[in-house]
């Protein structure tokens, strides 16, 4: 004789192992050293809250027999609660997108050495503000600012928190109250939170914007200065392009009405290559050198763009000006911390050797990476997971375009390829979701209905990681394990 369901609900509530039972269990027991005991508690009372939900909401017998309430099984689930909650907020994630720049997933991958260094220096005190030859206070920006003028042919040089603050500082401390002249062609918005009229503003410059949207020529230039004026600007248009019609003054012509007038010029070069990347194949970008040879009076640029090294903004040019920035009392609320500066000057060093830095350097190895090599990494990617992730599963690969992001080379579209991914049953939103929320998050993108994984902005070094991931994600079942349901 068979209980009826409400006989079996109190039977199975009978069943359910008290908080306390759970907690003896060594799966719990042994995690107590390293996580609050009030937070295992909470984790189990949870399960067996869940439990109990369960069974007084089923309404048939099969829905509770296959439960298993043993203290064993729900110390393992509360286990797991445990350690997913237990888990960093902030982690690292695999950058399936294509994008090589990725400003929401943290642009620019260090090289191991600047990820070593950065690591020493931040676990151990460091000589931050002491010079080790004379034993004295010393300036926390000289141990890259050598370093950075060696490479970029300036005088001067100065790193604050990100090159947003160096516009800021530079406009600041060079036209505060006195009027800006920039094309209406570079009035550019970078990512929403850096709209350039909107930071000179802030900043206490006046703008005088000067030309049209799509021509600007030298005689606008110099047609809008007067008594007011404190500096003439360039702005690369990092993110956009002007096409057709188009004409602009360029950094040499610039600078060199600034001398004839006694003004300074500023140029914000956004990315700041320090590389010839045309040896690539990849459109023309100007260096941060060439501005310096161009005569520009200072150049700003971001540290953790096509440079490739930590969030950081540089100024650089004249001594005289960057006297003045260096001696703003704003430049101690821009001011960056050790770790900055530890990954900054071990990136740099890597310039030292161009052919080093297009070794080590992350970002500069998938610009300029052949797409041969992706095509092979792809197949190798694709064969795996399609030996190892289940039935159910089509497994390609495609070739769309990379791009660099970062508001950089707006245009350059990157020859890459991509493994592609669908699943029979599973919809691609459903699949992204659950990449997105593996312990090694994938991010990935969508196109018709399939997920890609890009080669191009893939670290090369995790691809083994990547599949372990996958197929952790997503593991066959017990039938497709031993080949569809079959029963010895
Ligand atoms: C990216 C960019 C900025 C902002 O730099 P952050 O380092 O993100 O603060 C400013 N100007 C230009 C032209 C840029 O491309």
């Known amino acids: ?22 907690l003896q269990e060594t799966e719990l027991k042994g995690v107590e050293r390293e996580i609050p005991r009030d937070l295992i508690v909470e984790a189990v009372q949870e399960v067996v809250a869940e439990k109990r939900a369960v069974i007084q909401r089923a309404l048939t017998g099969r829905q509770l027999e296959g439960m298993t309430l043993s203290p064993a099984a729900l ?13 960093a907020n902030f982690q ?32 151990s005190f460091c000589n931050l503000e002491l010079s080790l030859q004379t034993g004295r206070r010393a300036y926390r920006y000289e141990h890259v600012e050598e370093l950075i003028c060696r490479i970029t042919g300036a005088e001067a040089a100065l790193v604050v928190n990100n090159n947003a603050g160096a516009v800021f500082l530079a406009l600041n401390t060079l036209a505060a109250g006195r009027e800006v002249v ?35 020529y030298l005689r606008d230039y110099e047609g ?30 610039l600078a060199g009405l600034g001398r004839k007038c006694c003004l300074p010029v500023m140029e914000d070069l956004g990315s700041g290559v320090l590389v010839d990347l045309t040896r690539y194949g990849l459109p023309y970008e100007p260096r941060v ?23 950081s903004g540089l100024i650089i040019g004249k001594k ?133 994984l890009d080669l191009r902005s893939l670290l090369e070094e995790a691809d083994e990681l990547l599949i372990e991931t996958i197929v952790q994600t997503f593991p066959r079942s017990a039938e497709e394990e031993t080949g569809g349901g079959f029963e010895p």
Not at 224 to 246: D, Q, R
């Open 182 to 216: 920039v094309s209406r062609g570079e009035l550019v918005e970078i990512g929403g939170s850096f709209r350039l009229p909107e930071v000179m503003t802030a900043s206490g410059a006046l703008l005088a914007e000067v030309g049209t949207t799509n021509k600007s």
């Open 1 to 22: 004789m068979s209980l009826d369901y409400k006989q079996l609900r109190q039977k199975y509530l009978r069943l359910l192992p008290a908080v306390d039972k759970i």
């Open 320 to 452: 005289k000006y960057l006297e003045s920035i260096k001696s703003n009392q704003l430049t101690r609320a821009l001011r960056v911390g050790k770790m900055t500066l530890a990954a900054l000057e071990s990136t740099l060093r890597l310039y030292l050797d161009e052919e080093k830095a297009f070794r080590e350097i992350p970002v500069l190895r998938m610009l300029t990476v052949p797409s041969t090599v992706l095509k092979a990494r792809a197949e190798v990617l694709a064969a795996k997971l399609a030996a190892r992730l289940g039935p159910g599963w089509t497994i390609g690969i495609s070739r769309e375009k990379a791009r660099v992001g970062g508001g950089s080379l707006p245009l350059a579209f990157l020859p890459s390829y991509q493994v592609t991914l669908e699943r029979t049953g599973t919809s691609v939103n459903e699949l992204v979701k659950k990449l997105r929320g593996t312990r090694y998050p994938v991010i990935s993108r969508v196109l018709k209905n399939k997920i890609l």
């Open 75 to 87: 110390a393992l689930e509360a286990r797991q609660k445990v350690d997913e909650r237990s888990r």
């Open 289 to 311: 050198q060439d501005s310096i040879k161009a005569g520009v009076d200072v150049v700003t640029f971001s540290g953790d763009k096509l440079l490739g090294g930590p969030q």
């Open 92 to 123: 690292p994630v695999f950058n399936a997108t294509g994008v090589l720049l990725h400003t929401n997933l943290g642009r620019a991958p260090l090289a191991a050495v600047a990820a070593a260094m950065l690591q020493r220096i931040s676990s």
């Open 224 to 253: 809008a200065i007067n008594e007011k004026t404190a500096l003439l600007l360039k702005v690369h248009s990092s993110n956009f392009k002007i096409m057709g019609f188009t004409s602009s003054v360029d950094a040499a012509s």
